[in-house]
């Protein structure tokens, strides 16, 4: 039993690393953004943009695994003074860093899913009483999908859900920012 799982593992190994290609790029795009959980802070979607580097591991035929490094630029308005926090539009940075596992569903069409942590860039220009960050690092989830143009060109959709507050404020609301973002993605690897 042993020497046969061992001997399935070793040829699943050696295809895996036969069959795997690396594909890496440039990303572009825009991005609305909402906020859902708070009261405070407006639900409109705010529209802005992002861009970025992305790594593509072709792992078997119909699977593959996409990481990120991409900035996104987040717009939301708090429409309610706040633990000092005043009104208005507040403009924010992230870093974000997504891992999307992907399924080829058809030879031009990827669909994906996985986590994203989110790091502010601006967090210290935001202030609350007691001199405590507004804003902070957050987690979302994402579902993506890619539409293959050329060999070297796709279109990407993708929808990005927070599951952890991007908010320090006691109101005992918990915020959570919502994000829509499209764009390209252009390989530096294929022609």
């Known amino acids: 039993m042993r020497k ?113 942590l989110n790091f502010h860039t601006n967090r210290y220009k935001y202030r609350l009483n007691g001199d405590q960050e507004a804003f902070k690092n957050f987690m979302s989830v994402v579902l993506d999908a890619q539409v293959k143009v050329s060999s070297s060109l796709r279109l990407y959709l993708r929808m990005n859900r927070g599951i952890q507050r991007f908010e320090n404020i006691s109101d005992g609301q918990h915020g959570k920012i919502n994000r829509w973002e499209f764009g390209i993605q252009r390989s530096f690897m294929k022609k």
């Open 4 to 116: 046969t799982l061992a001997l399935l593992t070793l040829t699943a190994l050696f295809n895996f690393s036969a069959v795997a290609q690396i594909d890496i790029g440039t990303k572009l795009g825009a991005v609305t953004t909402n906020v859902s959980g708070n009261s405070n802070f407006s639900d409109k979607n705010r529209l802005s943009y992002q861009f970025g580097l992305y790594l593509n591991f072709d792992a078997l035929p119909l699977f593959s695994v996409q990481t990120e490094i991409m900035y996104n630029r987040t717009r939301v308005q708090n429409t309610e003074v706040v633990d000092g926090l005043k009104t208005g539009m507040k403009g924010m940075g992230y870093w974000s860093l997504p891992v999307l596992f992907q399924v080829k569903a058809l030879p031009f069409l990827r669909l994906g899913a996985g986590p994203q």
